[in-house]
DNA sequence: ACCGCCGGGTGCC
DNA sequence: ACCGCCGGGTGCC
């Protein structure tokens, strides 16, 4: 279909010099935004990670000074922030105070502020407070302080108190800084609480991983079962759990319920939480979050959503499609708007926008896409811009005259760090969705900063993972979402991480009750009327022992000795972390081997390293090494966010993180940085950058020249293959590997037995792999039986359902890549039993690799709300595996 | 009286 | 603040 290609490039032309968008001008926008919007400071990044095996070290009385001179009001056993303000020009150890709406009350008196300002400063302990009764105090008020802080702090903050003549009371025994309510509360501010008889009750983490699992599952139960039929603009049926998420959404777009924890009490709003109350009535999110399982038909409900609950709770109006090339009109409908956007205009404006922005990983991109097309009715417009590609069209004005705007996170977060040029954050949108939601749910992320800075009215997450391994990771999701008080993190750490992960009476309730009014869950297994709501054929996953012959034996042998050697030198000279990318090097030459000789062509060992190189010797060096680790398919993170590389740089010991990240790094530990992983110096003119990859596949290359020869592996695919023709010439395969150049040599003996195949892989075009999808999901006879699919091509969006069979040519490191791959084709849709089959070489590095990768799901079934990990701790698990898969 | 005491002015950091 | 604190006014009984 020819128009995609349309949509990629063609709408800069269309408009060029149509018009003059007088209204919006960028400026304006920025000004709204405010400069919070784009501060570079991170004031909430650095040791963040400690704040969940923080102690109580006890509480301290004080006073509240200088109300007269602020707006801010306190209630009775109201939570207040401490924050300390340096720059006051009247005493630079000013500690200020504010209510949960951030408005300042006064200040710490002054002797108290002394004592605090030291350990604030440190960040030896946090201090938080409760106003125990403030609620008619026009001069000064009391506040009760709690420390919190690692162990082994505890003894300087005592110390240092100390010195101003403070001492800690023991902590209470009634948790009231944990807002749970206390002995202040009296009957009118408050419903009571029996008071716990220990403050914090702690859960194993496997205790925690079930009641959290619960959290979810009990979700299904409750009365979100009505149906509401789709728009006559949506051109599919629903199934009826479809309707139903419908129907909740659309309820929720056009709800005026209070959120979670807000009551209304004499004319004042009180959050139960906090205890803090305000006239306005807080506004409730018009949205939540859709946490159905993969599969279940989110995007689709989504497109129902948007053109049905369109405007004012109305669907999109008919614009019935008169002239001949009406077909024609609804494919370019994309650009089609200028006459109605001419009407339009006084209807749509800043205040009453009609932009639905999508955000959603680049993989699932061509999903959106195509489901767009597939389930609007061909009688309606829909405009539909993809704002994606070095071409986009980066005009405000233009972006919000569209109906959807879909874009990536990294195109957002791209135009986010450039500060001054990103239109996305110049528009308030009328709804904006996130897809896979859980991408942002690292609060440090240029992603995440760049998502959360988002204006919009009505707001969604769909996530098929809520939680993938603590509250904390929550935290994103809800703030993005815009609910009071949990915006700021402090509300959301002390109402409810810290009681859920401290195990406080009744925390895991409140979350589940804040998670419940949100959130729509469904899993594959849900029943809609007594029925399931799909009904999965089998998936079996088979072993298929694959043994070298004697020569490939050989060569893996030889290969094996040499790394080996090398790897143990690193060990005893101590400099494996510095040698990181050689190691991982010899790893993926030896999972080459087991694949094909050929794969392995890079064997020009890179650690003859050191010695007097040029600088553009050291710089090809880095990159070699930056490209291998990116290749090595070993799911490298960025040791700083955690995430997966975004704009990767090399820094000159050898260690790859995100551009972005480094950069705060350096930034924050100036004048002196040094790499987080290895602590050598850091410095900014010393990164090298990924050179614009035109193929990260190390063993790319055209290897024509040599004569194609056959492998033990791909000897054992085609034998499995033909013989799977026989039984049933009609069965679809996924070959997949992560190997694209063994993806190449795989296609030599696939046309020579005759068998017609595509192929998908990271490297092709968008357009390319659209059409290799369609074309391989054909039941038109004829069309291709096989799809040579490279490992990590395409995200969870991708269907490929016409397959029934699986072959694994390589085992990933990370199993739950395996398994994203083969919910590609067993997902709703397959009508066949799914069977998976892993070749694995014997007594080689990927027997290892199927240990390793059990020890991981063993982890990721039993660890939650563990402690995350610290950069180094990564590397060392990751170090601990190297040892493992190469027997040392 | 280099005190006490009185009562007005005044008030965060 | 229906306080504390400051500093000026004042001064036997």
């Excluded at 350990?119 to 407070?129: F, P, R, S």
């Excluded at 959503?305 to 008919?318: A, S, Y």
């Excluded at 609007?376 to 811009?385: E, G, I, K, P, R």
């Excluded at 703030?479 to 700021?488: E, G, W």
Aim: glycine letters at 6%; hydrophobic letters at 35%.
């Amino acid at each position: 279909m020819s128009w995609r290609g349309s949509v990629w490039g063609c709408l800069p032309n269309f408009y060029t010099g149509e018009r003059n968008y007088s209204h919006n001008s960028p400026s304006e926008f920025y000004s709204s935004l405010g400069s919070e919007g784009f501060s570079i400071g991170d004031t909430s990044g650095t040791d963040e990670e400690d704040t969940d095996s923080a102690i109580l070290y006890g509480t301290l009385r004080g006073s509240i000074v200088g109300l007269r001179y602020y707006t801010g009001v306190v209630n009775n056993n109201e939570m207040v922030a401490l924050q300390r303000e340096p720059n006051n020009p009247y005493d630079k150890n000013a500690v200020k105070v504010n209510n949960v709406n951030g408005d300042q009350v006064g200040h710490i008196k002054k002797e108290l502020a002394a004592a605090l300002a030291g350990i604030m400063d440190n960040k030896l302990a946090v201090v938080e407070g409760v106003v125990p009764y403030g609620a008619k105090n026009v001069f000064t008020m009391p506040v009760q302080m709690s420390f919190w802080g690692r162990e082994e702090n505890k003894e300087a903050v005592l110390d240092q108190l100390k010195m101003h003549g403070f001492k800690l009371a023991p902590p209470l025994k009634v948790g009231s800084e944990y807002g749970f309510g206390s002995k202040w509360i009296s009957g009118k501010n408050g419903p009571t609480y029996s008071a716990p008889v220990h403050a914090a009750v702690h859960l194993t983490a496997e205790q925690l991983k079930s009641e959290f699992d619960k959290l979810f599952e009990d979700l299904k139960e409750d009365d979100k079962t009505c149906e509401m039929e789709g728009a006559e603009a949506v051109g599919t049926l629903l199934l009826p759990h479809q309707k139903q998420a419908l129907a909740w959404m659309v309820s929720r777009e056009n709800s005026n319920d209070l959120p979670p924890f807000w009551e209304e009490r004499n004319n004042f709003y009180y959050n139960i939480l906090t205890n803090f109350a305000v006239k306005e009535r807080p506004k409730n999110v018009l949205g939540g979050i859709l946490a159905d399982d993969m599969g279940l038909g989110k995007t689709l409900t989504t497109i129902a959503l948007i053109l049905t609950n369109f405007q004012d709770g109305k669907p999109l109006p008919v614009e019935k499609i008169t002239s001949d090339n009406g077909l024609l009109l609804n494919v370019t409908s994309v650009f089609s708007g200028t006459a109605s956007i001419q009407s339009a205009e006084k209807k749509y404006s800043e205040d009453n926008p009609r932009t639905t922005l999508i955000i959603c990983p680049l993989s699932v991109l061509s999903n959106w896409i195509d489901q767009f097309e597939q389930h609007t009715s061909q009688d309606f417009h829909l405009n539909v811009y993809i704002y994606y590609g070095s071409d986009r069209n980066k005009d405000p004005a233009i972006l919000s005259d569209q109906d959807v705007v879909l874009t990536t996170y990294n195109i957002l977060a791209t135009d986010y760090g450039i500060r001054d040029d990103s239109p996305l954050h110049k528009i308030k949108w009328l709804r904006i969705v996130l897809d896979e939601g859980h991408t942002i749910r690292n609060p440090n992320a240029q992603q995440t900063k760049a998502v959360l800075s988002l204006e919009a009215h009505r707001r969604w997450v769909l996530t098929g993972t809520p939680i993938q391994n603590s509250v904390k990771d929550l935290w994103s999701l809800i703030s993005f979402l815009k609910l009071k008080p949990f915006t700021d993190r402090e509300w959301w750490h002390r109402t409810i991480q810290r009681p859920v992960t401290m195990g406080t009476p009744g925390g895991l309730r409140r979350l589940q009750s804040l998670i419940k009014s949100i959130t729509l869950r469904r899993t594959k297994t849900s029943k809609v009327k007594g029925k399931p709501i799909l009904e999965l054929p089998e998936r079996k996953v088979l072993i298929q022992h694959v043994t070298l012959t004697e020569e490939e034996r050989q060569v893996y042998q030889s290969v094996k000795k040499e790394g080996k050697a090398a790897i143990n030198r690193f060990f005893s000279e101590g400099t494996v972390l510095a040698h990181y990318a050689d190691i991982l090097g010899v790893l993926l030459r030896l999972r080459q081997l087991c694949c094909h000789p050929h794969l392995c062509t890079n064997t020009s060992s890179s650690f003859s390293a050191a010695g007097n190189n040029t600088p553009e010797e050291l710089r090809q060096m880095l990159v070699t090494k930056m490209k291998l680790v990116l290749s090595s398919g070993s799911d490298e993170e960025c040791a700083v966010c955690l995430e997966s590389l975004t704009l990767p740089v090399i820094t000159h010991c050898a260690h790859v993180f995100c551009k972005p990240c480094i950069y705060e790094v350096i930034r924050s530990e100036q004048p002196n940085a040094s790499c987080p992983l290895c602590r050598n110096e850091l410095r900014v003119e010393h990164l090298v950058e990924c050179p614009l990859e035109e193929e990260l596949d190390s063993s790319n290359g055209k290897k024509d020249d040599q004569e194609w020869i056959s492998s033990s592996k791909i000897n054992a695919l085609m034998h499995a293959l033909i013989e799977l023709r026989k039984e049933n010439p009609t069965t679809k395969c996924l070959v997949v590997s992560q190997f694209t150049t063994f993806l190449s040599l795989i296609e030599n003996p696939l046309k020579k037995s005759g068998f017609a195949f595509t192929r998908l892989d990271g490297s092709m075009a968008q357009k390319k792999r659209v059409e290799a999808i369609q074309c391989f999901q054909s039941s038109q006879a004829g069309s291709p039986t096989i799809m040579l699919l490279s490992l990590k091509a395409g995200g969870v969006g991708l269907n490929l359902t016409a397959a029934s069979r699986v072959f694994l040519m390589d085992p990933a490191w990370n199993p739950a890549a395996e398994d994203q791959c083969f919910d590609r084709c067993h997902r709703l849709g397959q009508k066949y039993n799914v069977i998976i089959t892993k070749f694995i070489v014997k007594d080689s590095v990927e027997e290892n690799m199927l240990k390793i990768q059990n020890k991981k799901r063993e982890l990721a079934a039993g660890a939650f709300a563990t402690k995350k990990p610290s950069a180094s701790e990564i590397k060392q698990t990751k170090i601990n595996e190297i040892k493992a898969l190469i027997d040392l």
